[in-house]
């Protein structure tokens, strides 16, 4: 039916899985791959998530189109983009385990999210990092122009807030 949402839903955010090979590693955007307490295992440490409950990061795989770097069965590194894969997209939770590092795993994962279809003629594509922008700017990113034009709620300390009152080390990413 011409104007209907069924088209944009079949092309949802798992629809097609990507796959792609280098050596022992694959980047692949199938979310049933995704080994999610690793993932949670990481995240909870991280600078910019620390505490995410596991359920709150299976929520936001599944609102999201996710890429795992796998080497083996063994998720080794994963990244995510929310988007209305239309007009914008957010790029999060991008990360390498330590030990597979500095072999250029990065620069593929983020040559495979720039090429994916569904991220294709955006509008605004935008991230936030703390220490990564030369990274980011090998594939167009740059600070924001018109910072005064942004704004946003930013609850840093959400998973780490407890009645008790737990203390932070959140940064923001
Ligand atoms: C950042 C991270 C994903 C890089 O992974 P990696 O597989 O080692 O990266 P690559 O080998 O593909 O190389 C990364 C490139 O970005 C550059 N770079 C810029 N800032 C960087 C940073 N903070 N950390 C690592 N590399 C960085 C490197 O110099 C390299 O470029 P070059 O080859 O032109 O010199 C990894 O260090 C990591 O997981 N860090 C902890 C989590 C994190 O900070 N994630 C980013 C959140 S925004």
Known sequence: MTGSLGDASEAGPN??????????YVISTDRS????AA???FLSQSYW?????????RRGIAGAICFGIYHGRAQVG?????????TYAYLADVYVLEEHRGRGLAKW????????AALQGLRRFALSTRDAHALYRQFGFELVASPERQMEIM????????????????ERP
């Open 109 to 116: 994962l983020m040559e495979v999210i720039m090429s994916h």
């Open 78 to 86: 994963f990244a995510r983009v929310i988007t209305d894969q239309a």
């Open 15 to 24: 629809a097609s899985p990507v796959e792609t090979v280098r050596g022992d």
């Open 155 to 170: 609850r840093r300390n959400i998973y780490l807030e407890s009645p008790a009152g737990g203390s932070s080390g959140a």
């Open 49 to 57: 998530s620390p505490g995410i409950p596991e359920d709150t990061v």
């Open 39 to 41: 993932v949670h295992a």
């Open 33 to 36: 791959r995704i080994d999610i």
